[in-house]
């Protein structure tokens, strides 16, 4: 099991109709402690509480289980070894991805906080693996365990094994737990997931507080044309949030490479990797970054001097002039209070506009032949439809995220928002 995310793909989802996916909302749950080594002033990470039972496991979960402990144990402290006892700690809660060799995917969610005591003490983490991507089901999941945590970590389990045995809801479905505290009595937790499973991952808000509306779009550019891309902060949950919401401003489709969110130290020298990656970077790793030639990194950090520490420099003529323009008009119309729900709608609504109008009439030049269907790439480049878009879909069409997109309209045709939304343009 690895870091590196080379396809970050919504989940499948279930048959229309069907108000749940048959998929467990989770695998594993941890509690992941900091100890102090024998005779060192160093830390290491170790499982203080974990559910399911190890004993109840099979062998093969058991294996999995241990490959998710090694992994747990990296991310939800990326830092490493270096902790100093504290009395005040903000808690954050990030995500990560862990991508099997069989190109297979978990998703890794984690929540930090200071345990409850008095005195001096190092942070503690909740960690929970499962297969659904859903940063804001996830993080009111978290919610009610550290709830539960503060009354007795024997409370954890029930509500865990209530969520467990529940359905997974599809996306625009609700799910509700029974749950019982001492002196509250049984509560009723309903949990909904957004109607766009291609969105439930991401909050755009992170994304548009760290940078204005012309450094997101140079940072568009950069990942629509597949570049090495590192993001530096000093919160964890900035990071996570960040990544994933420029890998959603691809939509419909999908970064093919090196995505790790959150990077740990013992990981850094994928940095140095040839290949394009996604990267988020700790600002105290930020000295190890030595080589920055053909790399953009984005420092995320308030107030920081400049937001792009390097970068090509041609990000800004990469992207047609006309859709920059209607981008950054679009953008414009959001509302400084909205909600989730909204701000993603419009955002993404904005950036799929750039594909619709680009390379929305790739359909028209995917041909059935006697045995199968073949996408002609000359008729595609002459029928673009606007002159000044021509060499950003030129670039566009040599990437990876383009390629799988077109070999997967070849072994069979997906209705997905994207067609709908090309057919929506093509009668206006």
């Known amino acids: 099991m690895n870091s590196s995310d080379p396809g970050m793909y919504p989940a499948a989802e279930p048959p229309a109709g069907r108000s749940h996916t048959g998929q467990l909302f989770f695998e594993y749950l941890l509690v992941v402690?900091?100890?102090?080594?024998?005779?060192?002033?160093?830390?290491?990470?170790?499982?203080?509480?974990?559910?399911?039972?190890?004993?109840?496991?099979?062998?093969?979960?058991?294996?999995?289980?241990?490959?998710?402990m090694k992994a747990a144990h990296l991310f939800c402290f990326p830092e490493g070894i270096n902790w100093a006892p504290l009395t005040e700690y903000k808690?954050?809660?990030?995500?990560?991805?862990?991508?099997?060799?069989?190109?297979?995917?978990?998703?890794?969610?984690?929540?930090?906080?200071?345990?409850?005591?008095?005195?001096?003490?190092?942070?503690?983490?909740?960690?929970?693996?499962?297969?659904?991507?859903?940063?804001?089901?996830?993080?009111?999941?978290?919610?009610e365990v550290e709830k539960r945590r503060q009354i007795s970590?024997?409370?954890?389990?029930?509500?865990?094994?209530?969520?467990?045995?529940?359905?997974?809801?599809s996306p625009g479905n609700t799910v509700s737990i029974s749950s019982f505290i001492p002196d509250a009595g049984t509560e009723i937790i309903s949990l909904t997931r957004p109607a766009e499973s291609w969105l439930e991952h991401?909050?755009?808000h992170t994304l548009f507080r760290c940078l204005n509306d012309e450094e997101v779009l140079m940072v568009f550019a950069a990942t629509v044309t597949e570049r090495r891309i590192i993001f530096i902060s000093e919160e964890l949950s900035t990071l996570s949030q960040v990544l994933h919401a420029v890998?959603?401003?691809?939509?419909?489709?999908?970064?093919?490479?090196?995505?790790?969110?959150?990077?740990?130290?013992?990981?850094?020298?994928?940095?140095?990797?040839?290949?394009?990656?996604?990267?988020?970077?700790?600002?105290?790793?930020?000295?190890?970054l030595t080589d920055h030639s053909d790399l953009m990194i984005v420092?995320?950090?308030?107030?920081?001097?400049?937001?792009?520490?390097?970068?090509?420099?041609?990000?800004?003529?990469?992207?047609?002039?006309?859709?920059?323009?209607?981008?950054?008009?679009?953008?414009?119309?959001?509302?400084?209070?909205a909600s989730t729900e909204e701000?993603?709608?419009?955002?993404?609504?904005?950036?799929?506009?750039?594909?619709?109008?680009?390379?929305g009439h790739f359909s028209q030049h995917v041909r059935r032949s006697a045995s199968s269907r073949r996408f002609h790439k000359k008729s595609f480049l002459k029928a673009v439809e606007h002159r000044s878009h021509l060499n950003f879909v030129k670039l566009f069409i040599q990437t990876q995220m383009f390629d799988l997109f077109i070999q997967e309209e070849e072994a069979q045709p997906n209705p997905n928002a994207f067609l709908k939304k090309v057919a929506s343009h093509r009668f206006c």
């Not at 490479?257 to 105290?284: E, M, R, W, Y």
């Not at 937001?307 to 420099?313: L, S």
């Not at 701000?343 to 390379?359: D, G, H, K, P």
């Open 202 to 204: 991401v909050d755009f």
């Open 33 to 68: 402690s900091l100890r102090k080594k024998r005779n060192k002033e160093d830390y290491e990470p170790h499982i203080t509480y974990q559910f399911p039972k190890r004993e109840v496991m099979g062998r093969l979960q058991r294996e999995e289980e241990e490959k998710c």
């Open 343 to 359: 701000l993603n709608r419009l955002v993404s609504e904005a950036f799929l506009s750039v594909f619709v109008q680009s390379v």
């Open 153 to 169: 970590k024997a409370m954890i389990y029930p509500f865990m094994q209530s969520l467990r045995e529940a359905p997974l809801p």
């Open 91 to 143: 808690s954050e809660t990030f995500s990560f991805v862990l991508t099997e060799v069989d190109g297979s995917r978990r998703n890794g969610y984690c929540r930090r906080l200071l345990p409850a005591g008095r005195g001096a003490r190092v942070p503690e983490a909740y960690c929970i693996i499962s297969r659904a991507a859903c940063f804001g089901l996830f993080s009111k999941i978290f919610d």
């Open 247 to 288: 890998a959603a401003l691809l939509y419909p489709f999908v970064w093919q490479h090196t995505f790790i969110s959150i990077v740990p130290t013992v990981l850094i020298d994928v940095c140095a990797a040839p290949t394009p990656f996604l990267l988020g970077v700790q600002k105290n790793l930020l000295e190890q």
């Open 299 to 337: 420092d995320l950090s308030p107030g920081a001097e400049t937001k792009f520490i390097t970068r090509m420099g041609d990000e800004e003529s990469l992207l047609p002039a006309k859709l920059k323009e209607e981008l950054l008009s679009r953008l414009s119309a959001r509302k400084h209070h």
